[in-house]
Structures are given as structure tokens and as C-alpha cells.
């Protein structure tokens, strides 16, 4: 039997000089650094947000400035933030949980300061919260103590600004705007169903109803009746 042998340690060879940059290759260099920057400085930072930008207020004028809603030729909102509605013959949003951007208290819908309470759902507060909502939706729209409230009137979105409702949400608010604005409930109902946004493709995101577009058509339903 042979055992193997110890092969013989390798002897290290001379070293490698690092290589030596001429100027002006190093020159080179530099320059179309510098010019790669410049070019795509001027196409990404410069071409192309004025192309999309352009391109936006050519093909989406509203939505490429704001998605905003006049009255009388002055802006009053945009129909991306929602607002705080508190008058009774008005349609009522989703509860807010934003504060004052000094931190001194709450403040529903302050579009400074989005944010929700971050409460998870093990949490007291939140389903104290959601119980307290409940009853007071339940007393605000004249339904029975056992009626069901619809999820978006109980529960805050994680903005704080959300602009639309659920469909099941603005229906069940018909008889306090009906008797509020002295009108019929079928008319409230039919000008809230007139404001219904579909589903985007038809299978993307919920039916809903934008709170300040079905409380502007209110305002012009009333206004005509004057």
C-alpha cells in the first residue's frame, strides 16, 4: 500500500504590478461620465416627466389637476379627499381618525396630517370604537336597534380621507337627508344611485358613491326647488 505524499508547497511567483491608468485615459474616462450623466439627467429628469406630465393633462385634464369639483365656477373639494360632513341633510362619509397637525387633538379628515389609529383587530378600542359608531348611525338615520350598519360606517380607512361609501352605506342615510331637505326619499335614493361608481373593468374594487359629488347634486336639487 502507498500513502500519498505531501505535494510540494506552491512558491509564490513575483507580483503583479497594478495597473497604470494613463491621464489620458483617465480623462476619457471622466468625460463620458460625465456626459452619461448629463444624458440621462436630461431624459429621465427632465424629457420624460414634461412627456407624462403633458401627456396626463391632454388625455386626463381633471385627473391630471386634482380630480377637482366646482360649484358655481369655485373649486370646493376634489373628488380624491373626503371631507368632514356634519350638517344632517348631508350625505356623512366614513369615520376619520386624523389628527390636528400639531398634535393637539383629533381632527376627522385633516388633509395635513393623513393617518389612521393603527388598532388591530384584537384590540378593545377598536371594537369599543365600532360599537359606539354603530349606535350612533343607528340613531342619526332613524333604524331599529338591531338593524345592520354597514362596515365603512363603523370603521375608520387607513387615510382618514377617504372619499367615497359603499352603496349599502349612502342608502341607509336616505330617510334623515329626505326629511332633513323636505324632500321625497325615493328622490334622495334615486339621485344617490345616479352617483354610483362601478367597478373599474367590472371586476376591479367595490361599487361606491363619492360623498361630495352625491352632496353637491343635493345642494342642486334643493336649489332647483327654490
Known amino acids: 500500500m502507498t500513502l500519498p ?15 497604470v491608468i494613463p491621464a489620458a485615459s483617465l480623462t476619457q474616462l471622466l468625460r463620458s461620465a ?3 450623466a448629463l444624458l440621462f439627467t436630461a431624459v429621465c429628469g427632465l424629457a420624460y416627466p414634461l ?3 403633458l401627456a396626463g393633462n391632454v388625455l386626463f385634464p381633471a385627473q391630471a389637476t386634482g380630480s377637482l369639483l366646482l360649484r358655481e365656477g369655485q373649486v370646493v373639494g376634489s373628488a380624491l379627499i373626503g371631507q368632514d360632513f356634519t350638517t344632517p341633510g348631508y350625505l356623512r362619509g366614513r ?7 400639531d398634535g393637539s387633538g383629533p381632527q376627522p379628515y385633516n388633509a395635513e396630517n393623513s393617518g389612521a ?11 369599543d370604537a365600532a360599537q359606539e359608531r354603530a349606535v ?10 338591531s338593524a345592520a350598519v354597514p362596515v365603512d360606517m363603523v370603521t375608520a380607512s387607513g387615510s382618514g380621507l377617504d372619499p367615497d361609501v359603499s352603496v349599502a352605506a349612502a342608502l341607509a342615510q336616505t330617510g334623515r337627508i329626505a326629511r332633513e331637505r323636505a324632500v321625497a326619499p325615493a328622490q334622495v ?23 361630495l359629488r352625491v352632496n353637491l ?7 332647483g326647488r327654490r
Open 51 to 53: 412627456l407624462t406630465t
Open 217 to 223: 347634486a343635493l345642494d342642486a336639487l334643493s336649489a
Open 136 to 145: 350612533s348611525f343607528r340613531a342619526d338615520n332613524g333604524l331599529g336597534a
Open 5 to 19: 505524499t505531501n505535494p510540494e508547497p506552491a512558491v509564490p511567483g513575483p507580483a503583479t504590478p497594478e495597473p
Open 189 to 211: 335614493e334615486a339621485l344617490i344611485r345616479a352617483n354610483v361608481t362601478r367597478r373599474s373593468l367590472g371586476v376591479l374594487g367595490e361599487e361606491r358613491v363619492n360623498v
Open 34 to 36: 460625465a456626459l452619461a
Open 117 to 127: 389609529s393603527n388598532w388591530g383587530p384584537t384590540n378593545a378600542r377598536l371594537r
Open 95 to 101: 369615520p376619520s381618525q386624523t389628527n390636528r397637525t
